[in-house]
């Protein structure tokens, strides 16, 4: 078919104000929150119903066209950017919360949903949707799944796998593939829910999800503890979790990050301190008052020389402010910023924040570091300028060495932002040959021409 | 190869001890607990390491054999039934509790450990592996992970999968694959580990688990309450969850298995109880107190007539003493006894219960109806004699009516004993023919063979 026949097919089924191919709107979905160049995608498509959805896959399938499913966007390493010529697969018209039924604790949901909005709305009905990526106020529900999404209540809460009850999708072929269910217990044929979560789009085109919700919060209680060294506030991550505290939360920032993000916006953080601790704890109200006063006992026990604890929801927004400022704060200093999200086991924090300074010095690199501590899931953030051909190479030489030391400590390339187009090339170093070659039989015979979100995790 | 070729060939991987050929040894593992035909294997082999366990996969396949990985046989639905003439491989060489690590809070262990004997040695550690199967005691930890293995404590805790961090496995041709990590957060690769929960030995054999474990409870209380009807009981369960109260464990008991278990052992049941729910609440001391005091205000407000709390250890062992006595006391009656497990969305459960009475007395049978009220999961008990063909047609009957019930609630075919032979059939009117090709295309090239557990799942 010619590209004109096959844009008229397309606009068959979305309609012709939801095929895109003018430049500009090319451009616009040709890159992703990741630091990769920009690919053009051929045209760009926004079906807004489940039906629409199916026979778009179906007709990239039928043409061999590239496809890549798109939500906001967020993505960092990759994920979201096009194959060369293919077609990007927009969800935002795909954005219904169809059910959120209280009394099972379950919502069902299309993909293109915003994840802070869904939060908000299962909020609004008396029940808590946990995982809160850094980007949840645009980020989707489907991009989420497709990315097992974590966030900053990973240690207590888990991540968007945890919250996954069943997935609906679409096969290559246009044939809607069911798996999961609305029971909390459920092993009808195989895991396909399971396997969908974190395939990055390369799988399978997600029509429905059924996410899992939970009961609310009952209290909380958010603390800050500022650390006379990042060794000293590591090893308090460490002997929180020793004594069996699982907070709900469990941030860690360096003086970099500190300072970065007070100069950002004045809070009155203290900027000569060598490592913040930031603490939730939730749950029942005593659980947290005992909680918190363990917490305390520990952070000073470990040094910590100043305890401050929220004392309203105006100083508890303060304290997460803060850390929502980082990446925009650190981002804002150069022109290219590298958040890495390297993972180790949580004991394992002190040794891979020595790593961090280590390379940082060995590369002469500014890097910023501040992270999940609590669920071992460090962001250090490399501040460069890509057009820095000479820095750029030390930057790339310094990813490496973090994924080595990180793998050497027991963790994993990525905590939660993916593998993508960024980390492909690294994936067989954490698993096996074997590994990347049984994924690789079963994308082949799922996919068998490639469309769905070509060279994505598996190269 | 002549099959003492082959049997030489075993016995050079696992030493002549570790292959049996015998029909008595045959026999032993020609079944499994499925009310299910008996398959006689060809040999039975028993690796006691992991290079063993690999050589003995990648020999079968070499040789087109069929092999069915068993733990200790516990399963429901026909999944270890091995295929006739095929290699039974028993995992019970392979119990090493390899790593428990406090800090991390993991453990890593191969197939063949026992699912109680691992939880005892979690618990002598000061942490907590929640889930409970039936067949704990028993039962491996492979075989829990195969199946996706529920138990009482679903409704809180989750089920096996949800405690699944990772998975090393074999594939057919003897490679290793490693999916997950130590990590709380890992998203490299696909989710191989998610997939591996529920696939009963289809697409790869185990070698090791990386289990999730969390903080001990702190506190708990056990309470049995007595109902005049089940309608009034499984109102009262929809009412807990419905006022956001979720109990560790929550379980229902109808009238003729109150009498049976109390036949069984005189453990003082209110036989004239025409239904029961023995419940349980967990967790910080002041949130048990607060959730007792909630949960025993709702059984009142639901016309419980007596609500008993188990003030000691002894008492509280008494509870789930009844509880746990509901199968075997009920399989003591009549040769043949079907264990269902049928499942809706909790809120359905009084639907559910409405439809098990009317099929009992459609079908003229005897239904023996408790189970995990609180996740929606029932076991309706068929008590029966298979040699009376009349009677077994309409047991069979009364199953597919309890499937289409369950389905048309919402709910699923099987909430925790698998698909394995005994429910393929099925599996097709749950989700979709999609679905089913989708599944088997995968199988098809993970297993080109078709050797894996043949016929289980996907028929």
């Given at each position: 078919m ?9 606009e068959?089924i979305?309609g ?9 709107d090319?451009?616009?979905y040709?890159y992703?929150?990741a630091v990769l ?8 498509v ?16 039928d ?11 967020t993505?960092?390493s990759g994920?979201?950017?096009p ?5 990007v ?6 954005n219904?919360?169809?059910e959120?039924?209280?009394q099972?604790?379950y ?5 293109g949903v915003?994840?802070?909005?869904f939060?908000a709305?299962v909020?609004s ?5 946990p995982?809160?990526?850094?980007s949840?106020?645009?980020s989707?529900?489907g991009?989420n799944?497709?990315?097992n999404a974590?966030g900053l209540?990973g240690l207590k809460?888990g991540v968007t796998k945890d919250?996954?009850m069943g997935v609906?999708?679409w096969d290559?072929?246009?044939n809607?593939?069911?798996s ?11 895991n396909?829910a399971?396997l969908?979560?974190?395939s ?8 429905k999800l059924i996410?899992k ?5 009952l209290a ?6 500022v650390f006379?060294?990042?060794k000293?506030?590591s ?8 004594n069996?505290?699982?907070?709900a939360?469990l ?7 500190i300072?970065t993000v007070e100069n950002?916006?004045?809070a009155?953080?203290p900027?000569?301190?060598?490592a913040?601790l930031?603490?939730e ?9 005992d909680?918190?006063?363990?917490v305390?006992?520990i952070?000073?026990?470990n040094?910590?020389?100043e305890?401050?604890?929220a ?5 508890r ?8 400022d980082?990446l925009?704060?650190?981002a804002?200093l150069?022109?290219t910023?590298?958040?890495e999200?390297?993972?180790v086991?949580?004991?394992?924090i002190?040794a891979m924040i020595a ?9 002469n690199?500014?890097i ?9 899931n460090?962001?250090?953030?490399i501040?460069t300028?890509?057009r820095?051909t000479k820095e750029w190479?030390?930057v790339?030489?310094a990813i490496?060495m973090i994924?080595?030391r990180?793998?050497?400590l ?6 939660e932002?993916?593998?993508g187009l ?5 994936i067989?170093?954490?698993t096996s040959?074997?590994?990347l070659?049984y ?5 082949s015979?799922l ?8 060279h994505?995790?598996?190269?």
């Amino acid at each position: 078919m010619t590209k004109d026949a096959i844009i008229k097919d397309f606009e068959a089924i979305v309609g012709s104000d939801n095929v895109m191919t003018s430049e500009t709107d090319r451009h616009t979905y040709s890159y992703d929150a990741a630091v990769l160049d920009s690919v053009m995608p051929a045209l760009v498509v926004r079906p807004t119903n489940s039906e629409e959805l199916g026979k778009t896959v179906k007709l990239c399938n039928d043409n061999g066209l590239p496809l890549t499913v798109r939500g906001a966007g967020t993505n960092l390493s990759g994920g979201t950017i096009p194959h060369p010529g293919g077609v990007v697969v927009l969800t935002n018209g795909l954005n219904r919360i169809l059910e959120i039924n209280e009394q099972d604790m379950y919502a069902v949901v299309e993909p293109g949903v915003v994840t802070a909005k869904f939060a908000a709305e299962v909020a609004s009905k008396g029940l808590f949707y946990p995982p809160d990526p850094g980007s949840q106020t645009v980020s989707t529900l489907g991009g989420n799944v497709a990315e097992n999404a974590g966030g900053l209540r990973g240690l207590k809460y888990g991540v968007t796998k945890d919250y996954v009850m069943g997935v609906d999708f679409w096969d290559v072929d246009g044939n809607l593939i069911k798996s999961g269910s609305r029971t909390v217990k459920c092993v009808t044929g195989y895991n396909l829910a399971g396997l969908m979560v974190a395939s990055e789009g390369t799988l399978g085109v997600f029509d429905k999800l059924i996410l899992k919700l939970v009961p609310p919060v009952l209290a909380a209680k958010s603390m800050m503890a500022v650390f006379p060294s990042m060794k000293a506030a590591s090893e308090t991550v460490a002997a929180i979790i020793a004594n069996k505290i699982v907070p709900a939360t469990l941030e860690i920032m360096d003086n970099f990050t500190i300072r970065t993000v007070e100069n950002f916006r004045k809070a009155g953080l203290p900027t000569d301190a060598a490592a913040m601790l930031l603490i939730e704890v939730d749950g029942h109200p005593a659980q947290v008052e005992d909680e918190a006063a363990k917490v305390e006992e520990i952070c000073k026990q470990n040094s910590a020389s100043e305890i401050k604890i929220a004392n309203d929801a105006a100083e508890r927004d303060a304290v997460w402010q803060a850390r929502r400022d980082a990446l925009p704060a650190l981002a804002n200093l150069k022109p290219t910023c590298v958040l890495e999200d390297a993972t180790v086991p949580r004991s394992q924090i002190p040794a891979m924040i020595a790593a961090l300074d280590e390379i940082s010095n060995k590369y002469n690199l500014t890097i910023g570091t501040f992270g999940h501590a609590g669920d071992g899931n460090l962001h250090p953030t490399i501040l460069t300028d890509k057009r820095d051909t000479k820095e750029w190479q030390r930057v790339e030489e310094a990813i490496e060495m973090i994924f080595d030391r990180a793998l050497a400590l027991g963790g994993t390339l990525s905590g939660e932002h993916g593998i993508g187009l960024a980390k492909s090339k690294f994936i067989e170093s954490e698993t096996s040959p074997g590994t990347l070659a049984y994924s690789r039989r079963m994308k082949s015979v799922l996919d068998p021409k490639g469309i769905l979100n070509p060279h994505k995790i598996i190269g």
